[in-house]
């Protein structure tokens, strides 16, 4: 943020993220007095910077790939002058512009850390300081001296650099650091001091005291080893001086030696079998409305996970268990990325759901071409029907051997909000696999699937988000069998949602990516992990399951959050640091059609999400009510915490 020379205005820049590397800037003018939105600029390819003197451009560090320059916007136009290109992997800091704009100040990451450099009036880029001492955020007191921060002994503190004469004094001692320092006309300087776990905005004279130099600088490069209208550690100002008397310029210290703990070959199994991801799940529901006698049903999940120092070996164990039928799933996969970007896996595992069970064993080849991911797959089931008699003995009704291959893709596009979530985007995938009598199974079956999600924005607010979504699975025989389950809680569906989560934790909120894999079902994809092979999800009847051979589902979901974000750095002073994001509330509806005989299912509820973080890892406490209008069931609702 910058005022404007009168200090009338003050000028920001914000910034809608989509994903780690993809956000669109705003520029805006604010009135400092009423904080009334006078004026905007969209579209800013980068980040802030600073108002010219006269009022009529903004400098600007403009992003393309990964490389930045200095860029001036005229702000009656929105016609862009670039100042400065800088080398490609160059980064540098928000730009500073001088009271009589001819130059603008930054500071840019090297070798050794942060340093201070001056483009001048005719192009040329100047380096102020050369030992990497955290020299950055620089503010001008006038047309020849700047103020910025700087390490003195092992603190952030204020310095002030005469430009002319190369002088620098330290104008702060704060005790712990002093940060964004900004000048209060010529006598006073104003910054964030660090109070317990906050800041507080403290103001101090303008004090100098004389401070170490900086770094003189090596010999000037030939200008022809310099790229075009970049003199990169060039120097063409008057040499260094050091600030006190009779002192003499300190020589360039040599880097410090690279310290080898461990001199030795990459091994496979190094920090393998070290897990570096726990996952717990816990869900709790009520007794089924068909059986009200029944206990309160209970379901817990474990997953580990971790890989190699390199990531090219990773593995994960999952375990749920459900007290509906006192019996565990377990999963186990392997994932190997030496063939990069193609992707190997192998899972196996048990899945139990009550009256059913599968097991089963895989082998996947995926990899992503740009954005959309598509997975070759080979899969046996060996899946059992189990019922349940008189006097409380199971016995298998039914059992099936499938073996066969597998096709699935996927593409998703949108924007969203780190808060939000998406607003606008378009998602679908499909999948099919068939199971041959030639590959050992009991007979032919085709098993398709497709699934479509639109998510419309809304006006009044950015922050809440609209989908329609529709998805359908159809098993295919030459006579037909109901294997597909539809509804139901599975307890391999935990341990999907448990991994889902887990394979990239997020701290600010959602992204992209998980958000469309949510509404695009690449089950297998997932490692280690797995719903029942002929099981379809449906929102709302986690306590009855329904067989059939085709299901369709459309449904619909709006959701909006309230903003909190606040935190503790240690909860209850032992356990690790505790951030609550926000609360989320959603309303929901889904609406299925079922085959053979065109079945009903449908449902609509609401849920209440509390969305925090514990340590690195993104915790959400949910609690969904939900009515139901079909087979006689009655409303239902439940709670559970997650790792997501």
């Not at 320059?69 to 080398?87: F, N, W």
């Not at 009589?100 to 380096?127: C, H, K, N, P, S």
């Not at 430009?163 to 702060?172: A, E, F, G, H, V």
């Not at 092979?533 to 986690?542: C, S, V």
Request: charged share 20%; hydrophobic share 40%; glycine share 10%.
């Amino acid at each position: 943020m910058r005022f404007s020379r009168d200090g009338r205005c003050l000028y920001l820049v914000t910034a809608d993220l989509e994903s780690d590397t993809i956000f669109s800037s705003r520029l805006g003018q604010v009135d400092a007095r009423t904080a009334d939105l006078e004026q905007s600029w969209d579209d800013l390819p980068g980040f802030g910077g600073c108002v010219t003197a006269d009022g009529k451009g903004y400098v600007f560090v403009e992003l393309d790939g990964d490389t930045a320059s200095l860029t001036r916007e005229d702000l009656s136009d929105g016609k862009r002058e670039r100042l400065s290109r800088l080398p490609p992997g160059t980064s540098i800091t928000a730009p500073a512009c001088s009271p009589d704009g001819q130059r603008v100040a930054f500071a840019q990451r090297g070798d050794t850390g942060l340093d201070l450099f001056v483009r001048e009036a005719d192009g040329a880029l100047v380096q102020l300081t050369f030992d990497g001492r955290y020299n950055t955020l620089p503010r001008w007191l006038d047309a020849g001296r700047l103020l910025f921060v700087r390490e003195a002994d092992g603190r952030a503190q204020a310095h002030v650099m005469d430009l002319t004469t190369r002088s620098l004094w330290t104008t702060t001692d704060a005790p712990f650091g002093a940060s964004d320092p900004a000048p209060l006309g010529q006598l006073e300087v104003a910054f964030l001091n660090r109070e317990g776990w906050g800041f507080s905005l403290d103001v101090a004279p303008l004090t100098l005291v004389p401070a170490s130099p900086p770094l003189v600088s090596s010999p000037p490069l030939p200008p022809e080893d310099l790229g075009p209208g970049l003199l990169a550690n060039a120097f063409h100002a008057p040499a260094l001086q050091p600030s006190r008397p009779g002192a003499l310029p300190m020589n360039v210290e040599p880097t410090p030696p690279l310290m080898i703990q461990e001199d030795e070959e990459y091994s496979p199994v190094d920090h393998l079998f070290v897990p570096s991801l726990r996952v717990p799940y816990l869900l709790v529901l009520p007794p089924s409305s068909a059986e009200p006698s029944e206990p309160w049903r209970l379901v817990v999940a474990l997953g580990l996970q971790g890989s190699d120092r390199l990531g090219f070996h990773s593995w994960a164990l999952n375990v749920a268990y459900d007290t509906l039928n006192s019996l565990p799933s377990a999963s186990a996969g392997y994932g190997n990325y030496q063939l990069a970007p193609w992707y190997i896996d192998l899972s196996g595992g048990l899945v139990n759901l009550g009256p059913a069970y599968d097991r089963y064993s895989e082998l996947g080849l995926s990899r992503t071409f740009w954005t959309t991911p598509v997975r070759l797959s080979i899969l046996g089931i060996d899946h059992h029907d189990v019922a349940t008699d008189r006097d409380g003995t199971d016995q298998v009704v039914g059992r099936y051997r499938f073996v066969g291959p597998g096709l699935q893709f996927a593409y998703g596009a949108g924007e969203l909000t780190p808060y939000g979530g998406v607003r606008r985007g378009l998602a679908f995938s499909g999948a099919g696999s068939y199971y041959p009598e030639l590959a050992a199974s009991d007979f032919d079956l085709g098993d398709v699937s497709g699934a479509v999600k639109v998510w419309l924005p809304l006006p009044v607010s950015r922050r809440h988000s609209f989908s329609l979504g529709a998805r359908g699975r159809a098993l295919l025989a030459a006579e037909p069998h109901s294997l597909l389950e539809i509804g139901g809680l599975y307890s391999g569906m935990v341990l999907q949602a448990l991994t889902m989560g887990s394979r990239r934790p997020s701290q600010g909120g959602p992204d992209l990516a998980r958000e469309l894999q949510r509404a695009i079902p690449m089950d297998r994809q997932l490692l280690g992990s797995r719903s029942l092979a002929f099981g379809e999800p449906l929102r709302g009847y986690p306590d009855l399951t329904t067989e059939g051979a085709a299901v369709t589902v459309a449904s619909a979901s709006y959701s909006y959050p309230f903003i909190i974000d606040h935190g503790w750095a240690s909860l209850v002073y032992v356990l690790p640091a505790f951030f609550i994001r926000q609360i989320e509330i959603e309303a929901f509806g889904e609406w299925a059609w079922i085959w053979p005989g065109i079945l009903q299912r449908r449902s609509a509820g609401g849920a209440l999400y509390l969305r925090t973080t514990l340590g690195n890892l993104p915790l959400s406490l949910f609690v969904q009510a939900t009515g139901r209008f079909d087979a006689g069931l009655k409303p239902l609702a439940f709670f559970g915490f997650a790792f997501e």
